[in-house]
């Protein structure tokens, strides 16, 4: 075969002086040929590429680890495993087996859970949309509900008469833990007086009784002293109420948000450095509850953590498809994955490396996805040898949101597969084909082409 004569390309030589944020930034890419003891060349032969990769091992260990972190500090602790994180229903079958509760925020995700048979007293129902039928069926269930605004108020007044009981609700509240940006749009805000206003409401409606406080202050929160002071103020607040109505609080669900490998845009040292550990937002949330509860009060303390759990446990296989030069001259790499399949690529670097050694010269390269628009970007910072089409990448800390978040768009959705505890490898969601796409279209019999015939040119 007789390579292809490439134009020289003269940079400049970057030193890249050490700095307070980093040393030298061009290093090797590493090298990674197998995935939770399985060889990359196995799963791609048998499974195609892009393909999605999640460890059995790893989310199990992550789970437990966080679990075991705060059960060590406070012993009435509860997890919510967060469907809208990761809903594809082999991942919420390990959770549940773990012990997690179902975190819901719509009914999709509300009848994933029940067609995973979660009984609805392991379900918490949160989220600003929560249709009246679906409001309704929660009840009966006996699912932890938490409010979000003063529509669902009177959505559960209508359907407490109707059943005529008095129904137990948590009520979310937003507040200032001292970071930016402050989530407000979610609940009824604490310092304004909102909160204690939408308590008032539901007590002069007879209906509705509030045992439950929730509150989720943001993602990847890198503060664990924000969680102290959230609550603090959620369990000063609990008080309140139990002085005013006499109710009071069995529960103090603090949300999620705790942050995972993923590396922020922006950011300039390794997660290692970066990133509190997760014994620090523990003793952080453990000690602000120790020091603000009453003596004999214990009310459970439930975690909705979703990307701390399953992010390191995801991993995506994609492979290069095209080799080009930019007119800059940038190397680029066009590979068979994009931001279709890896949408948070808009917000975080992921760990990215090559599935074989590759001698040659590193320089400044961009990644770019398959879809034929120019936001699809990878990686527009990553230093790399010169590779050849059917290189593979092999993109780490992708397990969150991904799978949720992933578009329909250009590209069909590949398979995603499970590397089992014993190193088996599970298909857990197949590849999509054209009826995945065509399955809930209807073409009017008039604009059948297969009725007519070719037009002569």
Same mark, same amino acid.
């Given at each position: 075969?007789?390579?292809?004569? /490439?134009?020289?390309?003269?940079?400049?030589?970057?030193?890249?002086?050490?700095?307070?944020?980093?040393?030298?930034?061009?290093?090797?890419?590493?090298?990674?040929?197998?995935?939770?003891?399985?060889? +990359?060349?196995?799963?791609?032969?048998?499974?195609?590429?892009?393909?999605?990769?999640?460890?059995?091992?790893?989310?199990?260990?992550?789970?437990?680890?966080?679990?075991?972190?705060?059960?060590?500090?406070?012993?009435?602790?509860?997890?919510?495993?967060?469907?809208?994180?990761?809903?594809?229903?082999?991942?919420?079958?390990?959770?549940?087996?773990?012990?997690?509760?179902?975190?819901?925020?719509?009914?999709?995700?509300?009848?994933?859970?029940?067609?995973?048979?979660?009984?609805? @007293?392991?379900?918490?129902?949160?989220?600003?949309?929560?249709?009246?039928?679906?409001?309704?069926?929660?009840?009966? !269930?006996?699912?932890?509900?938490?409010?979000?605004?003063? !529509?669902?108020? %009177?959505?559960?007044?209508? +359907?407490?008469?109707?059943?005529?009981?008095?129904?137990?609700?948590?009520?979310?509240?937003?507040?200032?833990?001292?970071?930016? *940006?402050?989530?407000?749009?979610?609940?009824?805000?604490?310092?304004? =007086?909102?909160?204690?206003?939408?308590?008032?409401?539901?007590?002069?409606?007879?209906?509705?009784?509030?045992?439950?406080?929730?509150?989720?202050?943001?993602?990847?929160?890198?503060? *664990?002293?924000?969680?102290?002071?959230?609550?603090?103020?959620?369990?000063?607040?609990?008080?309140?109420?139990?002085?005013?109505?006499?109710?009071?609080? /069995?529960?103090? !669900?603090?949300? =999620?948000?705790? *942050?995972?490998?993923?590396?922020?845009?922006?950011?300039?040292?390794?997660?290692?450095?970066?990133?509190?550990?997760?014994?620090?937002?523990?003793?952080?949330?453990? !000690?602000?509850?120790?020091?603000?509860?009453?003596? =004999?009060?214990?009310?459970?303390?439930?975690?909705?953590?979703?990307?701390?759990? +399953?992010?390191?446990?995801?991993?995506?296989?994609?492979?290069?498809?095209?080799?080009?030069?930019?007119?800059?001259?940038?190397?680029?790499?066009?590979?068979?994955?994009?931001? @279709?399949?890896?949408?948070?690529?808009?917000?975080?670097?992921?760990?990215?490396?090559?599935?074989?050694?590759?001698?040659?010269?590193?320089? *400044?390269?961009?990644?770019?996805?398959?879809?034929?628009?120019?936001?699809?970007?990878?990686?527009?910072?990553?230093?790399?040898?010169?590779?050849?089409?059917?290189?593979?990448?092999? +993109?780490?800390?992708?397990?969150?949101?991904?799978?949720?978040?992933?578009?329909?768009?250009?590209?069909?959705?590949?398979?995603?597969?499970?590397?089992? %505890?014993?190193?088996?490898?599970?298909?857990?969601?197949?590849?999509?084909?054209?009826?995945?796409?065509?399955?809930?279209?209807?073409?009017?019999?008039?604009?059948?082409?297969?009725?007519?015939?070719?037009?002569?040119?």
């Amino acid at each position: 075969m007789v390579n292809q004569y /490439e134009k020289p390309v003269i940079q400049k030589l970057d030193s890249k002086f050490t700095n307070k944020f980093s040393g030298n930034n061009q290093s090797q890419c590493k090298v990674q040929t197998e995935i939770a003891g399985v060889a +990359i060349d196995d799963l791609v032969q048998q499974f195609g590429s892009p393909l999605f990769v999640y460890s059995e091992q790893t989310l199990r260990r992550k789970f437990r680890t966080i679990r075991n972190t705060f059960t060590t500090r406070y012993p009435n602790v509860t997890f919510g495993w967060s469907y809208k994180t990761n809903y594809l229903k082999a991942i919420c079958a390990i959770l549940h087996q773990e012990g997690a509760m179902a975190e819901l925020v719509s009914k999709m995700e509300y009848d994933k859970a029940k067609a995973l048979s979660i009984p609805g @007293n392991q379900i918490i129902l949160n989220g600003p949309h929560k249709p009246f039928a679906t409001l309704e069926a929660a009840v009966r !269930d006996g699912v932890t509900i938490n409010i979000d605004h003063l !529509d669902e108020i %009177e959505d559960l007044e209508a +359907i407490a008469t109707r059943l005529n009981r008095t129904i137990s609700v948590g009520i979310r509240l937003n507040l200032n833990a001292g970071i930016y *940006p402050c989530w407000s749009r979610f609940g009824f805000n604490l310092e304004s =007086g909102q909160a204690m206003e939408a308590v008032r409401r539901m007590a002069s409606g007879g209906k509705l009784r509030v045992n439950g406080l929730h509150s989720h202050i943001g993602t990847f929160i890198m503060e *664990p002293a924000a969680y102290a002071r959230q609550v603090e103020k959620m369990v000063m607040f609990g008080y309140e109420v139990e002085q005013e109505f006499g109710w009071q609080m /069995e529960y103090i !669900d603090i949300g =999620g948000g705790f *942050p995972s490998r993923s590396r922020l845009k922006g950011t300039y040292h390794a997660a290692e450095v970066m990133l509190p550990s997760i014994e620090e937002y523990a003793d952080a949330v453990c !000690d602000a509850l120790w020091a603000a509860l009453k003596p =004999g009060h214990m009310p459970k303390l439930i975690v909705e953590s979703g990307r701390a759990v +399953i992010d390191e446990a995801g991993t995506l296989i994609a492979s290069v498809c095209g080799t080009k030069r930019l007119p800059d001259g940038t190397r680029a790499y066009v590979i068979d994955a994009g931001v @279709n399949l890896l949408f948070t690529s808009f917000w975080y670097r992921f760990d990215i490396a090559l599935d074989r050694q590759v001698s040659g010269l590193y320089e *400044p390269s961009v990644i770019y996805g398959p879809l034929c628009m120019n936001i699809d970007v990878i990686d527009e910072t990553i230093s790399l040898p010169p590779l050849s089409r059917g290189t593979r990448f092999v +993109i780490s800390t992708v397990g969150a949101y991904n799978n949720t978040q992933w578009m329909q768009f250009i590209e069909y959705r590949p398979n995603v597969v499970l590397v089992t %505890e014993t190193g088996d490898v599970e298909l857990i969601r197949e590849a999509e084909d054209l009826s995945d796409l065509e399955r809930r279209e209807h073409l009017p019999s008039r604009l059948d082409l297969r009725k007519f015939a070719p037009t002569s040119l």
